[in-house]
């Protein structure tokens, strides 16, 4: 039996079109939320990337996991922070070295990008309607980077400096978080907290950033709109967000009962 269902945002949950959740979405989780199933949403944001997100998310979700496991959200306090190891600080001198442009969250909350890039602020407005502030790296300690290279040789200088940390390539971006966290990591974690095992969870998904996670959770289910990689691995794939995919999905494993 499912008990706990975990939500990617961007995508999966959350319409940038709109810049909120389909209706049929949001029905879905006041329809799961009544049934008794615990919700929550996973996802590589940082919590102040979180702030413009419309309000039924902080209402009604049970748990927010942030940057990819990282850290842990429940009614608005931080209940798990996973640090990164210290050679992160390598691996950012490398990123110094070659120019590279990163946002870089510390422990107690702070959230930047390390140089002005109208393109990468445009970018962040674009997706979170929000703009992190500019603030060079100051040696604190860190539980995310997110950088953004294409260039293979440098990513792989980077990787030499991450051999603790956990590293996860996304096309022109990658994220770097602590030994062994990733998505998957963070929604067992946080079902731990509720006393859910792994056989009773469920996760929604659309990139591929997600694939930990559906591959963890006992049901995994790609969005319509997700990506090849995701779909082949994934348990169950729904339509798009756009076509109600989420509400679909809900209704053809019962977890909740379609409108008429």
Not at 162 to 188: D, F, W
Not at 238 to 254: M, P, Q, R, S, W
Request: charged letters at 25%; a negative charge.
């Amino acid at each position: 039996m499912i008990r706990a269902i975990f939500f990617d945002i961007d995508a999966t949950s959350y319409l940038h079109a709109i810049h909120d959740s389909p209706e049929s979405t949001k029905l879905a989780f006041r329809k799961l939320k009544e049934a008794g199933i615990k919700i929550a949403i996973c996802t590589s944001r940082s919590y102040p990337e979180l702030s413009e997100l419309p309000q039924h998310y902080f209402e009604m979700m049970d748990a927010i996991v942030c940057l990819a496991g990282a850290q842990i959200f429940m009614d608005g306090k931080l209940v798990v922070n996973h640090p990164l190891d210290h050679e992160i600080k390598d691996a950012i001198q490398v990123m110094d070295q070659y120019g590279l442009i990163y946002r870089w969250t510390s422990s107690d909350g702070e959230n930047c990008l390390n140089v002005k890039n109208q393109e990468i602020e445009d970018l962040f407005y674009r997706l979170y309607l929000m703009r992190p502030p500019v603030k060079p790296y100051d040696g604190r300690e860190l539980v995310h980077v997110l950088y953004y290279n294409i260039d293979e040789q440098i990513r792989n200088e980077v990787l030499n400096h991450c051999q603790k940390n956990y590293h996860l390539v996304m096309s022109r971006a990658s994220e770097i978080t602590a030994p062994n966290v990733n998505k998957g990591h963070g929604i067992l974690e946080c079902a731990a907290l509720w006393d859910i095992g792994q056989d009773e969870i469920a996760a929604f998904g659309d990139a591929n950033n997600d694939l930990a996670m559906i591959q963890t959770a006992a049901v995994g289910i790609a969005m319509g709109n997700a990506t090849e990689l995701l779909k082949q691995h994934a348990d169950y794939i729904t339509d798009t967000i756009e076509n109600d995919g989420l509400y679909k999905a809900c209704v053809h494993f019962g977890w909740i009962k379609g409108e008429k």
